[in-house]
Every structure is written in structure tokens, then in C-alpha cells.
């Protein structure tokens, strides 16, 4: 079985391969092979990968191209991980927002909706050599703002394209460690869209252990999203938030928090990745230690500033082990050998949640089978959660809209329509900057 990776130089790569080594059975994937447009990351990251080889028997093959269409040729999966203006990009779309006293976060607000606008026309150019190249192929989208980007892609690839996102997996797997349950006989009730969804319930054995967790400040406040919320504010909400929902209902404190930072997520990101992959493309260099010394120091400083604003410490050992390499295999297992499991993905909605059409993509438990990853039934979400949900899938269809129309106006209604940006006068100098800084949005007229 044949899987290509886009993004086939991006950083987290060895994870998925990693996840790859360990899968011995029958139909598993026997060559992988990563594309990028950058010749030197891919070596960087091909000897990584080789160093993690070494040992193992039946490895899968690894070859590594610049050419799309070449690796899309003959592919059973694609897994799209690309990153449209790369790292440089990110950190501009951080600091254009905070300059205008908005959240910069790279999926959320501001900064989330310059990526969108980036990456959709290039997603959606993807999506459609997919369609020509490699029609029965199925596409797993981990690329940001993977619920907007896989939106896109569905429009031409239908049911075939699904997202994945670490967060709820990581959510549910603290839940389940502080309430002492086993993870993988738990099931959670997790409904929302991409880094914006809730925990509503956590069963084990038919039984929902989330009001012992709510009704336990010392529970709640031993792991993550209990520090980073607060255990009133969880108990008021009668669920426990993904930790992207820190930038909704603490704004304007991370927005301070990321104001005052010595530098932004991507601005640190650029330079620490910039050091790694110089290292790592030097022949006789140690490209594995190197990875896994790097990878060590972005895991440990994912949201720091949030978690400083809120006071909530440092990363528990357990949540630095990533996870969406996993949910990967897990996926790929389910629709190749038909073996069925239930996994939070982010898939078209299919009345899903009443509040959205057919085709919104929400992020939600699904069966996945052979024929690929169908919604489960969900119970409506409160007042509150549906008109945040409400409002940011507008946003992402103004997005969708303005990537298709080219048209300046729209994205400007994009940025003016989104709850964490309160002023058409700061979304018009947003379309602005961005448009400045970014080549990728010469389109919009």
C-alpha cells in the first residue's frame, strides 16, 4: 500500500513514519512517498526517517520527490500536511494581528484566516489532481485550519478527504487518565468544529464520569485544561473545552500575554526549525537525535503563554508525546482492512449538528469502516456553543467564498464577521497588511 505524504519536509513527518514502523499486519503501507517543494527539507527529513529505519525489518520504502504529480500517481492515501508560505508566513500573520491589538494564533482569529486564504487556493489544487490523478485515493487533511482547508478539498473529493486534529484526542486522553479510566475502553462525547469543540461526556461502560471530574476541584485541577480554564468556569460551562477555546473566553488576556512575549510561536518555531534542518541536512550529522532533541523543546512550549496567563505550570510528561500520527494510522487501518473503530474527525456534517447544512465540516466521533468515516449522532450543544460554532463556520464559508471569488470585499467581510476581531475599520487594515506581506494573497482584487 502506497501513502504520500504533502509536506513531505515538514518537521512532524517522522511521526507519522514512526506510527508506520510500528504496524506489522497484513495491508500495511509498504512505500511512502514524501513531496515537497523544498529539496533540502526533504533530505533533512529522508535521513531522519532512515535513521529511524535502521533495525527494522520490512521498513516501509521511502522515496522522496518535488514533483506533485509524480507523487500523487498510484497513491492509496495522501496525507496533506502542507504549510502554504511556510514558517515565515506564520510568524507574519502573527505579528500583522498583534499589531492591530488582535489574537495572531495560527488556526484562530486573524492569523487563522490569513492562513485560510492562503492555503485554500492550493488545497483546492490539490484536491483537484487528486481527483485526476488519483481518484481512489483517500485523503487525510492535517494541514491548518484543517476543518476550513478540508471543507475546501471536499467540494471536489466528497467523502474521500478527512481531517484529523491531535487536540481532541489529547483532551480526551487527559480526561480519561485523571478520572483513572482506561482510554481506549472510554468513549467521548466531543461535538464542535476544528479547535473549537467541547467534551459534553466521557463514558466507560455505558456510564458518564464527567460530573465526578466537574463536581472534583482537585481533579480538575490536575491536568491541563482544568489550570488553563479554571475549575469554575468549567463547571459553569458543564464541560470541559478543547484548549483552543483559551483564545475565545480568555482574549483579551492572551492577546496581552502574546503582545508581551520576547517573540511569537512562529517567530520561534522559524528559527528553532531553521537551526534543525541546516544540522540535520549536514552528511555524518545525527539527524535523528537532532529531531528528537528539537521536537522535545517545541512540545514542552506549545501554548506557553496561555498557560502562563492562566498560571497553569508546565506540560505533563504524557501530553508531549503528539498523538495525530496515531488517529493517522488508526484511520488508514479502519478504511483499508475494513477494521471499524471510532475516531473524532472532522467530516462533512450530514445533520450532524441541526444548526449546520449537509456540508459544513464539523469535528465530531465517527465509525470508520471500509467505506470511510461516518458521523455519529450527536445531541444538540447549548446556546452558548452553537452560536460561537455558528458564527466561526460563517466565517470559514466568507473565507471559502472569497478564496473562489478572488474578491477583496469578501475577505474583508471574513475578518469583520469573526467574534475575536470587533471593528470593520481593523479588518480592512488587516486585508491591508496582509495583502502587503504576503505574495500568496496577490489574488484578492
Given at each position: 500500500m502506497r501513502l504520500t505524504i504533502l509536506g513531505g519536509g515538514g518537521f512532524r513527518v517522522p511521526l507519522v513514519y514512526g506510527a508506520l514502523l510500528t504496524d506489522r499486519a497484513e495491508g500495511r503501507v509498504t512505500e511512502v512517498v514524501l513531496h515537497d517543494l523544498d529539496a533540502g527539507r526533504l533530505y533533512a527529513v529522508s535521513r531522519v526517517l532512515d535513521a529511524q529505519a535502521v533495525g527494522v525489518p520490512d521498513a516501509p520504502r521511502v522515496t522522496a520527490t518535488t514533483d506533485l504529480d509524480e507523487a500523487l500517481r498510484g497513491a492509496d492515501f495522501v496525507f496533506s500536511a502542507i504549510?502554504?508560505?511556510?514558517?515565515?508566513?506564520?510568524?507574519?500573520?502573527?505579528?500583522?494581528?498583534?499589531?492591530?491589538?488582535?489574537?495572531?494564533?495560527?488556526?484562530?482569529?486573524?492569523?487563522?484566516?490569513?492562513?485560510?486564504?492562503?492555503?485554500?487556493?492550493?488545497?483546492?489544487?490539490?484536491?483537484?489532481?487528486?481527483?485526476?490523478?488519483?481518484?481512489?485515493?483517500?485523503?487525510?487533511?492535517?494541514?491548518?485550519?484543517?476543518?476550513?482547508?478540508?471543507?475546501?478539498?471536499?467540494?471536489?473529493?466528497?467523502?474521500?478527504?478527512?481531517?484529523?486534529?491531535?487536540?481532541?484526542?489529547?483532551?480526551?486522553?487527559?480526561?480519561?487518565?485523571?478520572?483513572?479510566?482506561?482510554?481506549?475502553?472510554?468513549?467521548?462525547?466531543?461535538?464542535?468544529?476544528?479547535?473549537?469543540?467541547?467534551?459534553?461526556?466521557?463514558?466507560?461502560?455505558?456510564?458518564?464520569?464527567?460530573?465526578?471530574?466537574?463536581?472534583?476541584?482537585?481533579?480538575?485541577?490536575?491536568?491541563?485544561?482544568?489550570?488553563?480554564?479554571?475549575?469554575?468556569?468549567?463547571?459553569?460551562?458543564?464541560?470541559?473545552?478543547?484548549?483552543?477555546?483559551?483564545?475565545?473566553?480568555?482574549?483579551?488576556?492572551?492577546?496581552?500575554?502574546?503582545?508581551?512575549?520576547?517573540?511569537?510561536?512562529?517567530?520561534?518555531?522559524?528559527?528553532?526549525?531553521?537551526?534543525?534542518?541546516?544540522?540535520?541536512?549536514?552528511?555524518?550529522?545525527?539527524?535523528?537525535?537532532?529531531?528528537?532533541?528539537?521536537?522535545?523543546?517545541?512540545?514542552?512550549?506549545?501554548?506557553?503563554?496561555?498557560?502562563?496567563?492562566?498560571?497553569?505550570?508546565?506540560?505533563?510528561?504524557?501530553?508531549?508525546?503528539?498523538?495525530?500520527?496515531?488517529?493517522?494510522?488508526?484511520?488508514?487501518?479502519?478504511?483499508?482492512?475494513?477494521?471499524?473503530?471510532?475516531?473524532?474527525?472532522n467530516v462533512r456534517n450530514r445533520g450532524t449538528l441541526s444548526v449546520l447544512d449537509a456540508d459544513a465540516v464539523v469535528e465530531v466521533p465517527c465509525l470508520v469502516d471500509a467505506g470511510g468515516a461516518h458521523p455519529l449522532a450527536a445531541d444538540p450543544l447549548p446556546g452558548h456553543a452553537t452560536g460561537l460554532v455558528c458564527s466561526v463556520k460563517a466565517v470559514e464559508r466568507e473565507v471559502l467564498a472569497a478564496a473562489e471569488s478572488g474578491s477583496r470585499a469578501t475577505a474583508v467581510k471574513a475578518f469583520a464577521l469573526h467574534p475575536l476581531i470587533d471593528s470593520v475599520g481593523v479588518a480592512r487594515s488587516l486585508v491591508e497588511a496582509y495583502t502587503e506581506v504576503h505574495p500568496g494573497l496577490a489574488y484578492l482584487e
Amino acid at each position: 500500500m502506497r501513502l504520500t505524504i504533502l509536506g513531505g519536509g515538514g518537521f512532524r513527518v517522522p511521526l507519522v513514519y514512526g506510527a508506520l514502523l510500528t504496524d506489522r499486519a497484513e495491508g500495511r503501507v509498504t512505500e511512502v512517498v514524501l513531496h515537497d517543494l523544498d529539496a533540502g527539507r526533504l533530505y533533512a527529513v529522508s535521513r531522519v526517517l532512515d535513521a529511524q529505519a535502521v533495525g527494522v525489518p520490512d521498513a516501509p520504502r521511502v522515496t522522496a520527490t518535488t514533483d506533485l504529480d509524480e507523487a500523487l500517481r498510484g497513491a492509496d492515501f495522501v496525507f496533506s500536511a502542507i504549510r502554504v508560505g511556510g514558517l515565515r508566513g506564520r510568524a507574519a500573520d502573527e505579528s500583522v494581528a498583534l499589531a492591530e491589538d488582535v489574537l495572531g494564533q495560527e488556526t484562530v482569529g486573524a492569523g487563522g484566516i490569513a492562513y485560510g486564504l492562503r492555503t485554500v487556493p492550493v488545497a483546492v489544487g490539490i484536491a483537484q489532481r487528486v481527483a485526476r490523478l488519483a481518484p481512489d485515493a483517500w485523503v487525510i487533511n492535517f494541514t491548518n485550519p484543517a476543518g476550513l482547508v478540508t471543507e475546501a478539498m471536499s467540494r471536489y473529493l466528497g467523502d474521500r478527504v478527512i481531517g484529523i486534529c491531535d487536540s481532541p484526542v489529547g483532551l480526551g486522553r487527559r480526561i480519561a487518565r485523571v478520572l483513572g479510566a482506561d482510554p481506549g475502553r472510554a468513549s467521548v462525547d466531543y461535538v464542535g468544529l476544528n479547535h473549537l469543540g467541547w467534551v459534553r461526556a466521557l463514558r466507560v461502560d455505558g456510564r458518564d464520569q464527567l460530573p465526578r471530574l466537574l463536581a472534583d476541584p482537585a481533579l480538575l485541577g490536575s491536568f491541563e485544561e482544568g489550570r488553563l480554564f479554571g475549575a469554575d468556569w468549567l463547571r459553569s460551562l458543564g464541560a470541559i473545552p478543547n484548549e483552543y477555546l483559551h483564545y475565545y473566553y480568555f482574549n483579551r488576556e492572551a492577546v496581552r500575554a502574546y503582545q508581551q512575549a520576547e517573540k511569537t510561536r512562529g517567530a520561534f518555531l522559524l528559527e528553532q526549525q531553521a537551526r534543525f534542518y541546516e544540522e540535520a541536512g549536514r552528511p555524518g550529522a545525527p539527524a535523528l537525535d537532532l529531531w528528537n532533541r528539537t521536537r522535545a523543546e517545541r512540545e514542552a512550549t506549545y501554548m506557553a503563554e496561555n498557560r502562563r496567563t492562566a498560571g497553569a505550570g508546565e506540560r505533563e510528561d504524557d501530553d508531549l508525546s503528539g498523538g495525530y500520527e496515531k488517529v493517522a494510522l488508526a484511520l488508514m487501518r479502519a478504511v483499508a482492512r475494513d477494521e471499524r473503530t471510532t475516531l473524532i474527525l472532522n467530516v462533512r456534517n450530514r445533520g450532524t449538528l441541526s444548526v449546520l447544512d449537509a456540508d459544513a465540516v464539523v469535528e465530531v466521533p465517527c465509525l470508520v469502516d471500509a467505506g470511510g468515516a461516518h458521523p455519529l449522532a450527536a445531541d444538540p450543544l447549548p446556546g452558548h456553543a452553537t452560536g460561537l460554532v455558528c458564527s466561526v463556520k460563517a466565517v470559514e464559508r466568507e473565507v471559502l467564498a472569497a478564496a473562489e471569488s478572488g474578491s477583496r470585499a469578501t475577505a474583508v467581510k471574513a475578518f469583520a464577521l469573526h467574534p475575536l476581531i470587533d471593528s470593520v475599520g481593523v479588518a480592512r487594515s488587516l486585508v491591508e497588511a496582509y495583502t502587503e506581506v504576503h505574495p500568496g494573497l496577490a489574488y484578492l482584487e
